[in-house]
C-alpha cells in the first residue's frame, strides 16, 4: 500500500494524560505511541511532527512524569489517529519503585492498547547502540509489538557519525533479529526526517481503514 499524497497535519490538540491504559480514551482511532530514553528528544519530535511548539512539553527535570499523554491529530486523509507521549525510560535517578511501576504501566499499555498500530522507538544518533534501548526492542519482539526506530538530533553530529551510529544499532539488532525494523532519522531542529514519518504513519492509517 503506497500513501500518493504527502501527508500533512491540519491539528492536533492534548486530549488527556492517565496513570494507567484503561483511563485512556476510546480506542476508536489508529493510534501511534513514542517511547524512549529520558531526554531522547521524543517531545521536541511530537512537536516538530506536528508543527506545534508548545504540545508536549519539553521537560528540564526528565523522568518526572509517568502518564500515557494522549494527543489527537487530524490529517489531510481524513483518518483522524492519537498520537500518545509516553514516559522515558533508562533515567538514573529514578527509584525501583517507581521503575517497576513505569515497566508495568508501559508493558501494560503496549500490549493491551487494541488500537496501537505502530510503536515509534526513539534513539538518540549521537550515541552509540545502548543496551537499554536494544533490551526494550527486544521485549518489544516477545510481545509482538510492531515498531520503528527513530534516530533523532541528527542536527547536533559531524557528517558521517549519524550513519555510523545507525548502522552499528542497526547491526547490534540483527543479532537478534532476521529483519531490519523500518527507521528513520531525524532532527527537531532542522525538521530532519518529518515528512518521512508523517508519510510512514499515513500509509499505516490507510491500511487500518482498508481492513474495516
Ligand atoms: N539540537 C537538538 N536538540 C534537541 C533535539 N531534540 C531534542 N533536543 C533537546 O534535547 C533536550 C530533551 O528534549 P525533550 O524533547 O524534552 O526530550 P524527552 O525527554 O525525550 O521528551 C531538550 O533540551 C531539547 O531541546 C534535536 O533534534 N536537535
Ligand atoms: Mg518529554
Redesign the pocket.
Known amino acids: 500500500m503506497v500513501y500518493c499524497t504527502p501527508m500533512k497535519i491540519k491539528d492536533a490538540k492534548y486530549i488527556i494524560s492517565s496513570a494507567e491504559y484503561t483511563q485512556a480514551p476510546k480506542a476508536d482511532r489508529p493510534e501511534y505511541a513514542f517511547i524512549?530514553?529520558?531526554?531522547?528528544?521524543?517531545?521536541?519530535?511530537i512537536n516538530?511532527l506536528t508543527n506545534k511548539k508548545g504540545l508536549?512539553k519539553?521537560?528540564s527535570s526528565?523522568g518526572k512524569t509517568q502518564l500515557i499523554n494522549h494527543f489527537e491529530v487530524s490529517s489531510n486523509d481524513k483518518i483522524p489517529w492519537y498520537l500518545v507521549?509516553l514516559p522515558?525510560y533508562g533515567y538514573a535517578k529514578v527509584s525501583q519503585k517507581s521503575r517497576n511501576r513505569w515497566e508495568q504501566m508501559i508493558e501494560n499499555y503496549i500490549r493491551k492498547r487494541e488500537n496501537l498500530v505502530c510503536l515509534f522507538v526513539?534513539v538518540d544518533s549521537r550515541h552509540e547502540p545502548q543496551k537499554v534501548d536494544l533490551e526494550f526492542i527486544n521485549d518489544l519482539g516477545k510481545w509482538e509489538i510492531p515498531f520503528a526506530v527513530i534516530f533523532?538530533?541528527?542536527?547536533?553530529n559531524k557528517p558521517g557519525a549519524t550513519l555510523r551510529n545507525v548502522k552499528a544499532f542497526i547491526a547490534a539488532l540483527k543479532e537478534n533479529w532476521e529483519e531490519t525494523p523500518p527507521f528513520f532519522v531525524?532532527?527537531?531542529?532542522t525538521s530532519e526526517g518529518q515528512q518521512l514519518v508523517l508519510d510512514y504513519i499515513g500509509d499505516l492509517n490507510l491500511g487500518t481503514r482498508n481492513k474495516n
Open positions: 524512549g530514553r529520558s531526554n531522547v528528544g521524543k517531545s521536541s519530535l516538530m508536549a519539553i521537560s526528565p507521549d522515558g526513539l533523532t538530533k541528527s542536527d547536533k531525524t532532527s527537531a531542529l
